[in-house]
């Protein structure tokens, strides 16, 4: 069975990604770090759809714990393979640089960029012998233009923007293609306590964007319909200047 992977695929963004890769025929890997009611609830919401799902429980920056867990899917599935890797697990820790602790710097950056190195390196083999693959990282607006109070999610998010370009370079000539996908103000739980009545004048399509429509983006970048496009990112922002 072909498979996608999709990390923090428990909620909000991750969890839309999972529906709408589902609904195009994929059987869902639900990647979540502690939250395993909403892993289950994603798990269903895909079987509902026709696929099957199963959730695993693994910390991204933790590089022991994927090798652990993804690899004993892996070993415990050999006839099954991973066609589609999501980057998408992400934590933010805002403060200005002055008050920022390490603790603060290295969760983000080991969470977005650490945890886009392991778990792409784990699956990636494959996806090689396959000859065909699609990995698609969720980054952000604050990884293109810098956001103050997001030192450390702009570095991660900018670091998975220049790593996006170089490993498609890298492997483009086995059909795998390396997008990213920069979301502007999106509505879920981790933007649940920003004003978006007020945030929302300064954006010109004037609200938040949904899940969803993240999602709608990732799936066309994952179809076969878009194997020409690598090494590019694609915002989703609502007009915001990037
Ligand atoms: P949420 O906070 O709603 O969900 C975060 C998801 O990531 C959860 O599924 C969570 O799992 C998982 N996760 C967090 N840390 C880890 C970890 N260490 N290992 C595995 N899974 C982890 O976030 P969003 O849906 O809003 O964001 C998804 C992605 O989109 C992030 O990378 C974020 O930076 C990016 N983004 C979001 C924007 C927005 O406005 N919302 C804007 C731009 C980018 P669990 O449920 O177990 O906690």
Redesign the pocket.
């Known amino acids: 069975m072909t498979y996608a992977l999709i ?8 969890r839309a990604i999972c529906c709408q890769l589902a609904n195009m025929g994929y059987n869902i890997l639900v ?5 395993r009611a ?2 289950e609830e994603t798990v269903q919401l895909v079987t509902s759809l026709g696929q099957q799902a199963e959730a695993l429980a693994f ?3 933790d590089a022991d714990a994927v090798r652990a867990v993804l690899g004993a899917w892996q070993a415990a599935h050999p006839e099954d393979k991973i066609e589609v890797l999501v980057n ?4 933010r820790e805002d403060t200005l640089m002055m008050s920022m602790t390490d603790a603060q710097w290295n969760s983000v950056l080991d ?2 960029l650490g ?1 886009m190195y392991t778990v792409t390196k784990q699956v990636l083999n494959n996806m090689l012998l396959a000859r065909f693959g699609r990995i698609v990282n ?1 980054v ?2 604050s990884g293109l233009k810098g956001m103050p109070g997001q030192v450390n999610y702009s570095a991660a998010k900018a670091g998975m923007i220049g790593a996006t370009k170089a490993l498609a370079q890298e492997i483009a000539k086995r059909n795998i293609t390396v997008n990213a996908v920069a ?4 509505k ?4 649940e306590e920003l004003n978006e009545k007020e945030l929302a004048k300064l954006i010109p399509a004037q609200r938040f964007g949904t ?1 969803e429509e993240v999602a709608a983006v990732v799936g066309f970048l994952v179809s076969k319909q878009a194997g020409y496009i690598t090494g590019q990112v694609i915002s989703v922002n609502g007009g915001l200047y990037a």
């Open positions: 990390t923090g695929g428990s909620r909000g963004i991750g990647n979540y770090k502690g939250n909403a892993a910390d991204v920056a998408n697990a992400g934590i969470t977005s945890g969720i952000s607006l979301p502007g103000f999106i879920t739980d981790m933007t899940a």
